[in-house]
């Protein structure tokens, strides 16, 4: 099982440009999660998903989208990079509460640089 | 506002002698409580976790955490450090999926 898996590992982009990061989970769970990861702050979750379909924004979701198209997949995308935004990104994913005791499986993180 | 606190930014011990890894929260209900360890340009990974009963839980690769209700703290232990350890630790109550938050971190530091 690959288990979480995220694309792609390291981008650098310009002010101003967009991107996508692409998070595919293969254990069906339901929930899916993106996190970033800055220095001295822990993980800050950015918007998550509870099923195919759904979107839900998180502690800071500002300047990004996210689509869950498929139960397997959950995109982050970035319309208009700002240096602020320059971080790691990690996803995460996760059983229905109640089925599992919500213990979290985390993809390998991507690097974000944004000059 | 719920949060938690891991009062210490690196911990510093010699290989063989033990390790605590403090943690402390103020969140809401009855949280579960989670250890997650984090080794240098990898994900987090699930150390163990508290749910109920017994305060003493065992997880991956020799740790405990020991709960205490009163104290709202979830301490994380080792009895016999390893330098294999030297990563970053993040403490992690829940109330469910996304209502997961993070400390801080703590990076543990083993000295051979």
């Known amino acids: 099982n690959a288990g979480v898996t995220q694309t792609p590992k390291f981008r650098v982009l310009k002010t101003g440009q967009s991107m996508t990061l692409l998070c595919a989970q293969d254990m069906n769970h339901e929930y899916m999660y993106w996190y970033r990861q800055d220095p001295g702050m822990g993980l800050r979750l950015i918007h998550y998903?509870?099923?195919?379909?759904?979107?839900a924004k998180g502690e800071v979701p500002d300047g990004y989208n996210v689509s869950r198209l498929k139960k397997q997949n959950f995109l982050l995308g970035l319309e208009s990079a700002a240096p602020s935004q320059t971080s790691v990104y990690f996803c995460a994913s996760s059983y229905l509460p109640g089925l599992n005791t919500g213990e979290l499986f985390f993809g390998e993180g991507s690097r974000l640089t944004v000059l | 506002a719920q949060s938690v606190a891991q009062p210490e930014d690196q911990v510093n011990v010699a290989e063989g002698n033990p390790l605590t890894v403090k943690c402390t929260y103020s969140v809401s209900g009855n949280p579960y409580l989670f250890w997650y360890v984090q080794y240098p340009n990898r994900g987090l990974q699930f150390l163990l976790k508290y749910i109920t009963g017994d305060n003493l839980v065992k997880g991956s690769y020799g740790f405990e955490a020991e709960f205490n209700k009163s104290q709202t703290s979830f301490h994380l232990k080792k009895p016999s450090a390893l330098v294999s350890d030297s990563a970053l630790y993040f403490c992690a109550p829940s109330t469910g999926g996304f209502k997961t938050i993070f400390g801080a971190g703590t990076r543990l530091f083993v000295k051979a």
């Open positions: 998903s509870v099923g195919e379909g759904t979107t």
